[in-house]
């Protein structure tokens, strides 16, 4: 390892070496003109010029180098890339993920941020000449357009080379953090677009809505002659979208009642009321598994809203009739009180018949808590669930309802019925818009119920799967739909075989949303991989930052003194000296993550591989 302790780099300073190249060059040019026109002997001259062609040619790399470094801080123009470039760049590397272009960030590029930020930006970053300036001006003033972030970071490496991460470090999940506009969706694009090419299942939840995200997907796909693995659900395009039950995939009944439960917010002293929503849920869940109806959000608000009376009367048939082979005689005298009564009296009686005849012989704990909730008070019962129905009644209702709660025995409806599960085993690419910006309770709910079956789904796969196909799982806007199973996905879905790239603005949007800084903490703790586009939030930059090792600066410190002799005050003396120093300083100083362009990014991917990287938009 090379290291040495006494070097110094100053490269923004006027370009020494190319006037000194330049200077030998001329007069290599002088000696072999003054020989060329005058009658002296030629070899003198000869000597001369070949001498001042070495001591050129011995200052030119170094001129070409500081030139090239001061050149790229100008900035490089936003690139784009076609699908098939795309293909190519990948090809031949299925275990890799390409990043952009960029370097690796070290120890000689914070030395030279640091160089910059000591002095007057203008006076560094205006090298060109006043041809190229003047040229520039007008282009620009022609675009109407100016660039956004500081141009010069990127440029403080000039040559890029392709950024890369291993598929496996991606297990991790990932953090995409930037303020609006950054392009956190187009780098959604890049990587989305690779997953697809890997035939790896791919699932998108998109709370804005992007149609450009949407339709890149889908052109990828059809790119590979599979169109038909291409998806798309939008509340604001039900025609056009396939109909998805987030309740259909669970091992236990109780998976459906802790999944609707975790939608409701969770805010100072709302557990008792969260619980009781569960149990609630939990008890009609059991009901209709109990009568061979599988579960959906329409039954459920229905018994929730309605009264139970008439799952009750099913239920106790439906149980007795597994454990009494003669119930319907023994059930005749309860049924006969309650013949002409409302449906409420049938489900009394039939509520004493079980506790009558059944509970003695065969009790069941599933049945009598339905059985419980019937008899609660209702007054009270609509009180504690209150946070709930409104949950319910905005996944149910209108459209919504036919699209969440698909009914397979209606023929006229010819929309596509699906759910995670199927999406992941046939390695479809699934968009999942949730119009937030119409309606952003609802679009929410839709996201945050979404996110829960796919944890049910990742604890069915960590359980029972065998050669698990990879899923890529991609949430913008994440802080819109995160809650508790979310942290459960991060947490378990490594195993599941579950990469989660999660996109966000700022570090408080996961606080807000929870209700909690440690719950956030927790969900950040999950995410190995930290892309950072433009961060305005100083907490959010200080989070990217702070875990980063700490470098060492060198500058130089100059000193000059003047004294005199007090006894004689004609006799003056004087100092002038120069010192190398070294200071610790952070190896990324947070301040940069808010002056990038737009689409370049800092990244600390692989266990702490500090990247600078720039994307181009995908056309």
């Known amino acids: 390892m090379k290291y040495n302790s006494l070097e110094y780099e100053m490269p923004w300073r006027p370009n020494y070496e190319r006037q000194a190249a330049l200077g030998w060059i001329s007069a290599s040019a002088v000696a072999m003109g003054v020989n060329y026109y005058s009658t002296m002997p030629s070899d003198p001259f000869y000597w001369m010029s070949g001498i001042c062609g070495i001591m050129a040619m011995s200052h030119i790399p170094k001129a070409i180098k500081l030139a090239s470094l001061q050149k790229h801080l100008s900035g490089r123009e936003l690139e784009f890339i076609t699908l098939e470039n795309l293909q190519k760049t990948i090809q031949g590397h299925p275990n890799e993920m390409w990043l952009g272009n960029g370097f690796d960030w070290e120890n000689r590029h914070t030395q030279r941020v640091f160089e910059i930020l000591k002095r007057d930006w203008s006076s560094v970053v205006g090298f060109e000449s ?118 259909r995939n669970f091992t236990r009944v109780t998976e459906i009642a802790s999944r609707l439960a975790a939608l409701i917010p969770s805010e100072a002293g709302a557990d008792p009321f969260k619980s009781f929503a569960w149990q609630a849920l939990n008890n009609i869940a059991q009901g209709l598994v109990m009568t061979y109806q599988r579960p959906n959000l329409v039954l459920l608000r229905r018994f929730l809203e309605g009264g139970a009376a008439g799952l009750v009367i099913l239920s106790i048939e439906a149980y007795s009739e597994n454990v009494m082979p003669n119930w319907e005689a023994e059930a005749e005298p309860y049924k006969s009180k309650a013949k002409n009564g409302h449906i409420e009296k049938k489900a009394f009686a039939m509520l004493r018949f079980y506790y009558d005849v059944i509970q003695p012989v065969k009790p069941s704990s599933e049945l009598e808590g ?237 266990g702490g591989r500090l990247i600078k990287g720039r994307l181009p938009i995908l056309v």
């Open 370 to 606: 339905l059985l419980s909730m019937f008899q609660h008070d209702s007054t009270h019962f609509s009180k504690m669930v209150a946070n709930l129905l409104p949950i319910m009644n905005m996944l149910t209702s209108g459209e919504l309802g036919k699209m969440l709660s698909p009914d397979s025995t209606d023929l006229s409806d010819a929309r596509q019925i699906t759910d995670n599960a199927k999406i992941i085993n046939n390695g479809q690419v699934a968009y999942i818009g949730l119009d937030s910006l119409t309606d952003s309770m609802v679009g929410s709910a839709i996201g945050s119920i979404m996110l829960s079956d796919l944890t049910a789904v990742a604890g069915d796969r960590y359980n029972f799967g065998v050669n698990n196909r990879p899923v890529n799982i991609f949430v913008d806007e994440a802080a819109e739909v995160i809650n508790d199973p979310f942290i459960q996905l991060l947490n378990k879905g490594r195993g599941a075989k579950l990469r989660l790239f999660v996109a966000t603005q700022t570090f408080s949007d996961f606080s807000a949303r929870m209700g909690s800084k440690d719950k956030a903490i927790q969900v950040l703790g999950n995410l190995n991989n930290k892309f950072a586009l433009r961060v305005l939030d100083k907490e959010t930059q200080e989070y990217i930052t702070d875990n980063l090792p700490k470098t060492r600066v060198k500058y130089v410190m100059r000193n000059q003194g003047q004294n005199t002799d007090s006894e004689d005050p004609i006799m003056h003396g004087g100092s002038q000296g120069e010192r190398l120093m070294e200071e610790e300083y952070d190896l990324l100083p947070a301040q940069l993550l808010g002056m990038l362009p737009n689409l370049e990014f800092f990244a600390t991917i692989s």
């Open 130 to 247: 006043t041809t190229k300036k003047l040229t520039r001006i007008i282009k620009r003033e022609k675009k109407k357009t100016k660039p956004i972030g500081a141009t010069w970071i990127h440029g403080l490496e000039p040559k890029e080379k392709k950024l890369v991460q291993d598929i496996g470090h991606t297990e991790g999940h990932s953090l995409i953090v930037g303020t609006t506009g950054s392009g956190k969706t187009r780098m959604f694009d890049i990587m989305i677009s690779q997953a697809i090419l890997r035939n790896e299942a791919v699932i998108i939840i998109d709370p804005k809505g992007d149609k450009e995200m949407r339709d890149n997907a889908r052109k990828v796909c059809e790119a590979m002659g599979e169109p038909e693995r291409f998806i798309s659900f939008h509340p604001a395009f039900p025609e056009d979208s396939v109909r998805i039950d987030p309740l």
